[in-house]
């Protein structure tokens, strides 16, 4: 098992998430599993976000369709504040 790996069933029962809804998160595209010798793997560079995830569905008791709406305001806000960004930083070479 490469070093960067987490099996499904430990993420699942070392955060006391169903696998199910580890499923369901890959089966919606949120996030990407790694099948290696028949056994599934989250990257470690996805636990953060899957932690998130798991914590909205627990915590605000949301559901699958309103995680992945909460993530698209979330990366639609971030790109719009980069583009203010982009246009404050436009405006400021334009007045000197």
């Given amino acids: ?40 793997f989250i990257p470690y560079d996805q636990l953060e976000e899957l932690e998130w995830y798991s914590r909205l569905h627990r915590d605000l008791e949301l559901n699958l369709e309103g995680i992945d709406v909460v993530r698209n305001l979330l990366q639609k806000i971030k790109s719009m504040q980069d583009h203010i960004r982009e246009l404050e930083a436009r405006l400021t070479q334009l007045r000197y």
Avoid: K, W
């Fill in 1 to 40: 098992m490469p070093a960067e790996l987490i099996t499904v069933s430990e993420y699942c029962i070392h955060y006391h998430t169903d696998r199910a809804f580890i499923d369901a998160l890959e089966q919606n595209g949120l996030i990407t599993l790694t099948l290696v010798e028949e056994e599934r």
